[in-house]
């Protein structure tokens, strides 16, 4: 009878070492099946009303559509996004907060800034691409300048005078590129968000801005702004009447932004993987399409070793277009 009672001890615990041996898998495979149960928090690492926040909130409505959880969107905007960026690194990485990155916070910063206090590719789970597009060139309607050559013009008859501000480095490159190709001596501003900039141009504190199609296009459509010219290489999607500025004799011109999502280091692969095809999804349909189209940036829905080789590319781009315009390094 002992020996009954040991070997049913015995066989008892086994089962138990095994259970607790298997327990983390377990629940990691019900964590990934019942996920999302609570709300999602989506950190936007620029200001209310800029392109990224308006993309993170059409992504958050879709994802809440779909799983019925609440979507919070978090604005920590400043220091070219790495307020942003240090606070999601901050939190769990369970998949409950996520970033919507973009070229600045996980591509150009690398060029832009000797060290940074986070690393874009380590430390971040890649989970797909959300939209692309190009800057426009913006003045104030007051502005006698009705082309891109009449702006050069200006600023060769007053070298260091005009200004350019900036919120994000598609717009702060948008500048610097026009200065090296066209040899004039612009000054460069910088702001906390590109919204910022938006604001001082149309009360004329500042002379010209280059920012995103969704940011700058409907204040054109509204008059608020003068459009000069567009970034791209092709004229953009619903903005085909701005000329590009590489077509108005800046040969070579060329700058383009985009968005895309990320996880912190650490978030279960299965979680990153729902999270990833759930954002994919939402970005291949034609609903994202004419929502982001409507102001000249195109969807690039992607799995994450997709945009995990876009962004390794990007990143050895603005490298090379950084050194080649002779910027220094912050």
Not at 13 to 18: F, K, R, S, Y
Not at 137 to 163: E, H, W
Not at 167 to 185: Q, T, V
Not at 249 to 276: H, I, M, N
Request: no cysteine; net charge positive.
């Amino acid at each position: 009878m002992k020996l009954l009672t040991n070997l049913k001890s015995l066989f008892t615990g086994g089962a138990l070492l095994a259970g607790a041996a298997l327990s983390p898998f377990t629940l990691f495979a019900q964590t990934a099946a019942s996920f999302p149960n609570k709300p999602i928090h989506i950190v936007v690492p620029f200001g209310a009303g800029t392109t990224t926040d308006q993309a993170a909130r059409y992504i958050g409505q879709k994802i809440t559509d779909q799983t019925k959880q609440p979507v919070i969107i978090l604005n920590k905007a400043g220091a070219n996004g790495f307020i942003g960026m240090q606070y999601l690194l901050q939190q769990p990485a369970d998949g409950y907060h996520i970033t919507i990155g973009t070229v600045t916070t996980h591509s150009a910063n690398v060029a832009f800034f000797k060290k940074l206090p986070y690393d874009p590719v380590t430390d971040f789970v890649p989970l797909s691409g959300v939209t692309i597009g190009g800057v426009v060139l913006a003045v104030s309607p007051s502005n006698p300048a009705n082309n891109v050559q009449d702006l050069i013009a200006q600023a060769k008859r007053n070298p260091g005078k005009l200004t350019f501000g900036s919120g994000n480095s598609s717009s702060r490159s948008g500048g610097e590129i026009l200065k090296d190709l066209a040899g004039i001596n612009i000054i460069h501003v910088p702001y906390k968000a590109l919204p910022s900039a938006i604001t001082d141009l149309m009360g004329n504190q500042i002379d010209m801005v280059f920012g995103d199609g969704p940011a700058i296009l409907p204040l054109v459509r509204a008059g608020k702004l003068k459009a000069l010219g567009v970034s791209t290489i092709g004229r953009m999607p619903s903005a085909e009447d701005i000329p590009t500025i590489a077509e108005q004799g800046v040969k070579g011109y060329e700058s383009t932004g985009w968005l895309a999502a990320f996880a912190p280091k650490g978030t279960p692969p299965d979680v990153a993987g729902k999270l990833s095809k759930m954002i994919a999804d939402i970005m291949s349909t034609p609903d994202a399409e004419k929502f982001f189209l409507s102001n000249a940036w195109k969807p690039i829905p992607m799995t994450g070793p997709e945009l995990a080789a876009f962004q390794k590319a990007d990143i050895l781009r603005w490298q090379r277009m950084v050194k080649s315009a002779g910027i220094e390094p912050e």
